[in-house]
């Protein structure tokens, strides 16, 4: 039965997947069944977030969920941030009315008044998320950093020719597969199934209900030091409906938990809120700067408008950066009252299209129709330009430039006109139509502001190169708005400018790619008020709440919610409007305004960052008073799309703590916390050492001294019984002629209530233990030379991980040679490359490495890795070459020994030893050599003879006697003439038994002047050369060896190392986790080490009653301890006293001993 309902359940699962697999965006509406959450942790901020456009918990189902800064540190912050559009619209009946969509609020399904509007049975009339945009068996929301969360394809991607939907690729910000941010969140949303009021927002589909708007959602964080406390959202909002909205706003509701912390109860009732127009930033304070638990700073949490809806048909230039181009500037004359006379130039406009009309006023006046409404204007009344009502009530063809905002009350009122000193267009003359920064979009398929880079950006409408795609190559912007037939498979409604969205990105730096190209209007509203009033399903409360330039503070020091708006703006059908948001946090006002400040760059650089280099994946081994760290080499190769490959070093971080807090801090100019510094470090030996001379908030980064990069590191520092928490990080170089700072990829650790940990894969967690009794670790046996043996290096091996060392398995290290040329262009013989073999399954481990440097790291096969030691080719051992004097202590000429060269006959120096003796003429005979058609050396008696000492076989030698001197025939010497040399050619047997040239022995002159202290060799004196002998072929190493084990007789014999630490017991110890609950003293320890791999513990209390009862089982016989949770059978505290335990290990024997507790 059970097996049933499997099969059943991953049915229902698999077959909607695959059905939405193939629906393209377009076919889709929101679904509160696809409601599903996931958790932004990629730096100092950790928050949950759901796919309906919603930041905070939903305490109804997941009540920990509260949002935390620093990540790790049990301080809550984010209750809820709900986004909310709103409009207004004429209903069915003819009413003007206030509709607002927002998210299904923090109690999902219920009626509180932070949530949002629900039917009777409980269903959401509200934003709910489309499905398809995630994996429905992993129930996450899609994040880059998590490839099982992705679905199997894209619905808003089919629309690409060459790769329909984007199977197995990340939909990227920045294009197909493009993974720039540490974590990168993606989900759609709309308000289908807001139908609470009398409106139909699309006449092609009735159900549709809300205000027919579709929003897009993206979320990123960097752990990058200038922004590691800020989650970025960019909000998307697109008009799917028929109904062409006039006068919508854009909202964000917070509410905190300020200074409450997972330990405290709260500390709600003195919270605070101010507001910045210039920063366009609104944020959060606690009255006292003091949390419930007494912990401070309490700090702040701001939110910034760095992208607010732009208002392109107002004729403003609403953002401030045209100011360098044609048209007129904004005056308080311009919106002055006026009267217009009949025959007084005017400037209609219909406010569907928002065409403007220039003519003159009729005697009859003129009737302007708005929101289906009819106004008359007669002639000869005085216009006034009445502020954000989205109408041009003086007639001059400009939209609300009296906006603007008053402060405080009278007398001190405080007006203050938004646009005055602002470019304009002037519809009766046309100065300023030809500016494109007045009034520019992002979906008018134009690059405004003329920052689109042929070189580096004509990549394609998929915004990635080299994939061949639509636009690619062309010389000109690919927007990702397209014409009708520029690729096959538009739908949807067109936008004012008859272009389609294409769901792809287009190329950088235009449209959608192009922050700047939007004529924002900014923050406009900012109201405190009581966090119940109005409550979420209020749409006229929260309407009036967003009004444009309702700005207060009041509500300080109370239990306090904040609202922020932007508006009104209008959105027609097929068009977007796009909200960028900072949610960040600072120990101070001066901090959150620098994080701010930083943020905001990092928006105007449209998010491009240098990027850290890829994370790498990290492996821990606990030890006894150790643990093993191994990670790969990924992040050796990754690329930064300003840099290139600037891979520089790892650092490896450990601490106590999730949130890295014991570790010492490295603090900016302010004294805030940069950086932590590392347990180790270790960089290319590239000759970047020092800091950095790029500052990052007045810190120098330091880049190492040159140690050279490695994989693997023990840190013997540890201690057992301590919960260690380890990670390992790639940094790059930076650039320095570009101003670039070193980047450093992330290290990040979630750790829950229940204690379920998300982490990166660079990140492990490790308890260092001593090992079960009768433990015995792995290790090899000696490396034994079973063939060859004239190689004057060394093979060696370092276990690095004993837990893959496997049991009784031989392995062999063999070689290949060649001829190679030495320093000096001659012939010797070298190692080619190496292999390492199961000697007993034959399996070919490491085939052919090159690799053979004394400081090259092999790969780890089987838990250990190869060490060689080798000559770099081979050559006369210096140290071990040396004249032996048979009579005297004079000086003797210094010689030279290289393979033999001459005309076309190369010697090749064989990897031996040799000894030449000297005597009178006669004690050797040389063989005939041919060193060419024209030279012949003869066979002569010589002075000398030639032992290999490796073999110990005489050697056969040709000799060149060139230096000669009467009576001095057959003698090895030189400069008697003044000029030349004897030679001694060597002639060694080969594989097949033939002679063949190998070295050649000269004498070298003197280089002192002091010809007359050198003399030749004569009877008596010897010359020892040996060589340095790389690797050859017929060199075979070979071991053996033994995994971990248990010895039973050593067991016996180590049974009185049992005890139990710490004892006593006073209070706590230090390897006693935070308390992670509100009340009481949270989870104690006792450790009992040194057990026996299987094993019962009882513990009595002094009176001899059974305490607790333990069934020990190691699963792991390096791991020899049980960690006692003191709690009694009957799960009730210990009391404090002394207690005996007793440990029966069967046939290992006993253990009795006491223990106290003390209070």
């Avoid at 928050?47 to 997941?62: E, K, M, P």
């Avoid at 005697?363 to 708005?370: E, P």
């Amino acid at each position: 039965m059970n097996r049933f309902i499997a099969i059943l359940f991953a049915f229902l699962f698999s077959v909607p997947a695959a059905v939405l697999s193939q629906t393209t965006i377009d076919e889709l509406h929101g679904d509160e069944l696809y409601s599903y959450r996931n958790w932004h942790s990629g730096n100092q901020f950790r928050t949950t977030v759901y796919n309906d456009g919603f930041v905070g918990h939903r305490n109804s189902i997941h009540p920990d969920d509260i949002g935390e800064w620093p990540i790790n540190s049990g301080h809550n912050y984010v209750n809820l941030i709900t986004y909310f559009l709103l409009a207004e619209v004429k209903d069915t009946n003819g009413i003007i009315t206030h509709i607002s969509s927002e998210s299904n609020g923090i109690h999902t399904g219920g009626t509180g008044d932070s949530s949002g509007d629900t039917r009777e049975d409980g269903s959401w009339q509200t934003n709910a998320p489309l499905p398809g945009f995630a994996n429905p068996e992993f129930q996450r929301i899609a994040m880059s950093h998590q490839e099982e969360s992705w679905p199997v394809t894209w619905p808003d991607k089919f629309e690409d020719a060459i790769d329909p939907g984007w199977p197995g690729a990340w939909n990227g910000y920045f294009g197909k597969d493009i993974l720039n941010a540490d974590q990168e969140s993606y989900y759609l949303f709309d308000d289908y199934q807001n139908d609470e009021f009398s409106f139909f927002p699309d006449s092609n589909d009735v159900n549709r209900r809300g205000l027919g708007l579709r929003g897009t959602v993206r979320g990123f964080q960097w752990s990058n030091v200038l922004v590691e406390d800020v989650l970025f959202q960019l909000v998307d909002i697109k008009n799917i409906g028929t109904y062409n909205h006039s006068k919508m706003i854009f909202g964000i509701v917070s509410g905190p938990v300020f200074g409450r912390s997972v330990q405290g109860g709260g500390d709600g009732s003195d919270d605070c809120a101010q507001f910045d127009l210039q920063r366009k930033l609104g944020w959060h304070f606690d009255g006292d700067d003091i949390g419930d638990t007494g912990w401070t700073p309490v700090g702040c949490q701001g939110f910034s408008y760095f992208e607010s809806p732009g208002n392109p048909y107002d004729g403003i230039d609403d953002d401030d950066d045209a100011l360098g181009g044609p048209g007129k500037v904004i005056t308080e004359e311009l919106f002055a009252p006026r009267v217009i006379n009949v025959g007084d130039p005017i400037v209609l406009i219909n406010y569907t299209t928002f065409e403007r009309t220039v003519t003159t006023m009729p005697a009859a006046g003129v009737d302007i129709v708005y929101l289906e409404n009819v106004y008359h204007y007669n002639a000869g009344d005085v216009f006034e330009e009445i502020e954000s009502n989205l109408i041009d009530d003086n007639l001059n063809g400009i939209i609300d430039e009296s906006n603007g905002y008053s402060y405080g009350t009278e007398p001190n009122l405080v007006k203050n006109y938004l646009f005055v000193g602002r470019k304009y267009i002037d519809y009766f003359t046309d100065d300023g139509k030809d500016n494109l920064l007045i009034d520019e979009r992002r979906d008018d398929g134009i690059d405004n502001n003329n920052d689109w880079n042929a070189a580096s950006d004509d990549v394609g409408l998929d915004g990635v190169a080299n994939t061949g795609d639509f636009g690619e190559g062309d010389g000109r912007p690919t927007s990702g708005w397209q014409p009708a037939g520029a690729i096959p498979g538009l739908t949807g409604a067109p936008n004012k400018y008859g272009l389609y969205d294409t769901y792809l990105p287009g190329e950088p730096r235009v449209d959608k790619t192009d922050i700047n190209e939007s004529d924002m209007i900014g923050l406009t509203a900012f109201n405190i008020y009581i966090w119940n009033n109005p409550t979420f399903t209020d749409d006229e409360g929260m309407w009036n709440g967003f009004t444009p330039g309702l700005l207060n503070d009041y509500g300080q020091l109370s239990d306090t919610d904040l609202m922020l708006g932007s508006g009104y703006f209008p959105l027609s059908t097929g068009n977007i409007e796009r909200f960028s948001l900072g949610i960040m946090f600072g120990i101070n006002q001066d901090d959150l305004f620098t994080n701010n400040d930083y943020a905001k760059k990092t928006y105007e650089e449209n998010y491009n960052f240098a990027k850290a280099p890829i994370i790498p994946t990290l492996e821990l081994i606990p030890g006894d008073n150790m643990v093993t760290l191994i990670w790969d080499d990924a992040a050796e190769y990754s690329a930064d799309p300003i840099s290139g490959l600037d891979f520089e070093g790892y650092r490896i971080y450990r601490s106590t703590d999730p949130g890295w807090n014991d570790m010492l801090p490295i603090t900016d100019g302010q004294g805030t916390t940069a950086y932590r510094k590392p347990l180790a470090q270790f960089d290319l030996a590239d000759g970047e050492t020092g800091y950095h001379p790029i500052h990052v908030r007045g810190v120098e980064f330091y880049l190492g001294n040159d140690t050279g990069i490695v994989h693997s590191f023990v840190d013997s520092t540890a201690r057992n019984g301590q919960t260690y928490y380890y990670a390992v990080t790639a940094y790059d170089r930076g650039d320095a002629a570009l101003g670039i700072a070193p980047s450093e990829c992330s290290k990040y650790i979630a750790v829950a209530l229940d204690g379920s940990v998300e982490r990166g894969r660079n990140v492990g967690i490790a308890k260092p233990e001593a090992p079960v009794l009768g433990f015995k670790e792995a290790n090899i046996a000696q490396l034994t030379l079973v063939d060859g043996g004239t190689a004057t290096g060394a093979v060696g091996y370092e276990i690095v991980n004993p837990t893959l060392i496997k049991e009784n398995v031989t392995y062999q290290v063999v070689f290949e040679d060649s001829v190679v040329s030495n320093d000096a262009g001659r012939q010797v013989m070298g190692t080619k490359n190496f292999s390492l073999l199961n000697a007993q399954t034959g399996q070919v481990l490491i085939d052919k490495s090159t690799s053979l440097a004394r400081d090259v790291e092999h790969p780890i096969t089987d838990g250990f890795v190869i060490k060689l030691i080798n000559a770099s080719a081979l050559d006369v051992w210096a140290d071990s070459s040396y004249w032996m004097n048979g009579s005297d202590d004079s000086l003797l000429h210094t010689y030279t020994f290289q393979p033999y060269r001459y005309s076309r006959t190369n010697g090749t120096g064989l990897a031996h030893d040799y000894l030449i003796e000297f005597g009178e003429v006669g004690v050797g005979m040389s063989t005939e050599f041919v060193a060419s058609a024209t030279r012949i050396y003869p066979v002569k008696e010589t002075n000398f003879t030639v032992t290999n000492l490796t073999t110990g076989e005489p050697v056969a030698y040709g000799f060149n006697d060139q230096d000669f001197v009467a009576g001095e025939e057959g003698k090895f010497t030189a400069f008697t003439d003044r000029s030349r040399t004897d030679e001694i050619i060597l002639m060694e047997p080969n594989a097949q038994d033939s002679l063949i040239v190998t070295w050649a022995l000269t004498l070298t002159a003197p280089t002192d002047g002091l010809d007359s202290l050198y003399r030749n060799a004569k009877a008596g004196d010897k010359l020892q050369i040996k060589t340095t002998k790389p690797f050859l072929s017929n060199d075979v190493y070979e071991f053996t060896t033994a995994a971990r084990q248990v010895d039973v007789e050593m067991a016996k014999a180590q049974m009185d190392l049992i005890k139990v630490v710490p004892n006593p017991y006073v209070v706590s110890n230090s390897w006693e986790p935070l308390n992670p609950y509100t009340t009481g003293r949270g989870p104690r320890e006792l450790h009992f080490i040194h057990l026996p791999q299987k094993c019962t513990i009882r513990i009595f209390s002094i009176r001899g009653q059974l305490v607790q009862e333990i069934e020990h089982n190691s699963a792991d016989i390096s791991d020899g301890t049980y960690v006692w949770n003191m709690l009694t059978k009957d799960l009730l505290d210990i009391a404090y006293g002394i207690y005996i335990y007793h440990v029966d290990a069967g046939e290992l024997g006993e253990k009795t001993g006491k223990f106290a507790i003390v209070k």
